[in-house]
């Protein structure tokens, strides 16, 4: 399995070794979203991973992240020969960026693993969707499906005892669940750095509109140019957003609309954007262009923070794909994955917690 794994990342995915696969940083980051894909995508309840899964995950997980060892960048410094002579040498280090957000994740990944692992001897159970029973008998049980899970038929149905679970159980579901909301806080926060760090394919670049406000909408437009005390909440509370579809759509609209506006603040139009990037540092920011640049971009902040579960904008996947750096893919695809389990844990938890809810009301 190893070799075959191995063997997949030097071809860049493309069996046939003709040369035309993918890079080696897209490879790697696939096989990190696979592996992941693999050992959890089954894992649909709150429960300890059988052995083997949590064998091949950080078996394999150390396997891939091992080539972190070898990202390192050079610094001059001096040393002593032995000839008693003072000499300037190249000394290595662990690239800045792996060096800080690797051993975090490192981290977020083991407090993840325990506290499914934690899941033994609960007090609720699963039935699947619609079933009245449970592969384990006990005094009773929540038999009625769930509406916040109808649209989910695939997922199984959390049970409880008739009269609920007991408050010492409640009280440390719900410090799990605490815990699990902050570790997806921060491994959300280091993907979000990282594809920040990454560079704007210049094809993504030269597809923006020419004007921000066709591709936000009049609507949203008029709103973000003619206040002076801009509230993207507001905003968002305005655009009634109905499903993560929605807000995914414009989610687009605004990342594309909130660069073409960054283009348009620089002076020379440059479409690279490294160069804009650059210039916004410096430029004016009572410019119109600038304003409107930061209000898209506080509104976009708004907009995942109001739907963590999000599927990647446009601009994100295209980063993803167009990526040649080995570290940033690792530390992009690891954080993402890390952030989708404890996305998953969470709303995992908050299923029993409201099962237990109801099933004491009802008993009242």
Same mark, same amino acid.
């Given at each position: ?5 191995? %063997?997949?990342? $030097? ?12 890079? !080696? ?29 949590? /064998? ?20 001059? /410094? ?14 290595? *280090? ?23 692992? /934690?899941?033994?001897? *609960? ?13 384990? !008998? ?56 990282? $594809? ?18 066709? %591709? ?96 990647? !904008? !446009? ?50």
């Amino acid at each position: 399995m190893m070799k075959e794994r191995f %063997s997949k990342l $030097l071809l860049g995915e493309d069996m046939s070794g003709s040369g035309k696969g993918v890079c !080696t940083a897209v490879a790697i980051s696939n096989a990190i979203t696979n592996l992941y894909a693999t050992v959890f995508g089954q894992n649909l309840r709150l429960e300890p991973l059988p052995p083997e899964k949590m /064998s091949m995950w950080r078996k394999e997980m150390d396997c891939l992240l091992s080539v972190c060892d070898y990202i390192v960048e050079f610094s001059p /410094s001096f040393s002593q020969n032995l000839q008693d002579r003072i000499v300037e040498v190249m000394t290595s *280090t662990p690239r800045s960026d792996i060096y800080m957000n690797l051993p975090a994740l490192e981290k977020l990944d083991a407090m993840l693993l325990d506290i499914l692992d /934690s899941f033994r001897d *609960t007090e609720f159970w699963y039935a699947e969707q619609g079933s009245l029973s449970s592969d384990r !008998t006990k005094s009773g049980s929540f038999r009625k499906v769930v509406s916040r899970n109808e649209e989910k038929w695939w997922l199984p149905v959390a049970c409880v005892p008739t009269r609920g679970i007991s408050e010492k159980s409640r009280k440390l579901l719900q410090h799990k669940r605490d815990c699990a909301n902050q570790i997806h806080k921060a491994a959300m926060a280091i993907n979000n750095g990282i $594809l920040a760090d990454m560079k704007v394919p210049d094809t993504y670049m030269e597809a923006l509109p020419k004007c921000g406000r066709a %591709s936000v909408g009049d609507a949203i437009y008029r709103y973000m140019i003619t206040t002076e005390r801009f509230s993207a909440n507001y905003l968002l509370d305005c655009l009634n957003i109905s499903s993560e579809h929605e807000a995914l759509e414009i989610a687009d609209r605004v990342e594309a609309s909130m660069y073409t506006w960054r283009r348009k603040a620089c002076i020379n139009h440059s479409k690279s954007w490294d160069k804009i990037k650059n210039q916004m540092a410096d430029g004016d920011k009572n410019d119109k262009n600038y304003i409107l640049a930061s209000r898209a971009e506080s509104m976009l902040f708004c907009l995942k923070q109001r739907y963590p579960g999000l599927s990647q !904008t !446009t601009l994100d996947a295209s980063k993803i794909q167009d990526n040649k750096d080995v570290g940033q893919a690792i530390l992009e695809s690891y954080s993402r994955v890390l952030e989708g389990l404890a996305f998953n844990i969470v709303a995992w938890i908050e299923d029993v917690l409201y099962v237990d809810s109801t099933t004491r009301q009802q008993d009242k």
